[in-house]
């Protein structure tokens, strides 16, 4: 693609299509957390509601991440085939997705139920510990149906239909608060189960969301010529070979990135629960904001993918440094506010004076890897597009792991600096990542435009 053939205009337009319904149902998605968040500030008692949210959620995050990228990988392969028109192909491959999804429930559900070992072998307050234990068993029965779920929100998506994902996050919504308030607070006649009843709300609230996909996936038309639903396939251990060496280094990146954040969770919650709540609040706002860049990303791994299918891999390049400009835009907006208006945002949450001034200071550091948190997703997302995703992987492993979390834990315990030294190992490990997988998808996208077939 030629400077002159490129339309900026028009590729910005189509790939906030694309990002825009997947955006609003991320949003929406997280939205739940948030709810779960600020109904769980107005528990009589919250500082260890909070807390247990915090620490039980971060590990359900953990293996949800791990899941969600093994699971992403196949969005771009649908995509390549969507672009190459062999779509009947990419609703067989979605078909064979479907075992790992069964797959990976298992393990799933059965690191829920040793969540108890894994927070005491992390040191978290003993306080804490039985909630977030009720919290996790709870969630265990949705692990599930977020698998099939998340299969089939990646087939619409590399489809180029996101709809769906909007569609199932506003539903979500919906039902969470009203499930929340009865679960929570012990309404129409339930027991009054605080933290755990929002963990019980989201489970059933995950299972009618992916009813809804299923059935909306199975009556549109948009999806006629990928024939998802034409047949049943048992396994093709080479079909599932293929997705999974897609999938398990995109689950491996997520899950070593997730790391960074869950971590910083549960080392903080050594801490208490005052540092721990002030945490939960930053983190789900910094979160919530994340949703705006995640859903970019989406729409980047469709366009990248959807090009290189087509065999233009100088407009798969050109899509993703489009991607870029658009995150650098939304990335400004979320810390302007972050930085104009922090007390007024955790306000929201709660009114308690010592979690507030806390808080406050956590968002201060938020604002500042707001950049490299969205360039990070974006490159990430433009790589998965060319399916390059094994060197992303190792550069997630050295930027969170190694640099991020050696920075915070040093800087939390060693220097004694409380939670902020963790928020200053993210920041660190986030910048490096992101210069990094920047570079990454530079070198590689311009391999591919001057040797085109590898890409295919």
Known sequence: MSTDKKNHPAEILRTLQLAIPVVVGMVASFSMNFVDTLMAGRLP???VALAAIATGGAIWSAVLMFVLGVLMGLQPVVAQMDGAGNRAEGGAAARQGLWIALGASVPFVIILLSGGALLRLMLVDGEIIPTAVGYMDALTWGAPAICLMLLLRF?????GNTRPTM???LLGVMLNVPLNYILMFGKLGMPELGAVG???????????????MFFYIRWHHHYTEFELYKHWDWPQWASISRLLRVGLPIGGAIFVEGSLFVGAALLIARLGALP???HLIAINYSALLFMVPLGLASAVTTRVGNALGRGEPEAARYAGLIGFVIVLFTQTLGAASMLLVPEFIVRIYTDDAAITAIAVTLLFYSAIFQYSDGIQICAAAALRGLKDTMIPMFINILSYLIIGMSVGYYLTFNKSMGPAGMWIGMIAGLSFGAALLLLRFLFKSGQLIRHPKTGL
Do not use: H, N, P, R
């Not at 087939?155 to 489809?159: L, Q």
């Open 167 to 169: 569609y199932v996050g």
């Open 276 to 278: 721990a709540s002030a």
């Open 45 to 47: 008692d919250k500082e």
């Open 155 to 159: 087939f619409s998506e590399g489809s």
């Open 198 to 212: 929002c963990g019980y709300a989201t489970a059933i609230v995950i299972w009618m969301q992916f009813l809804v």
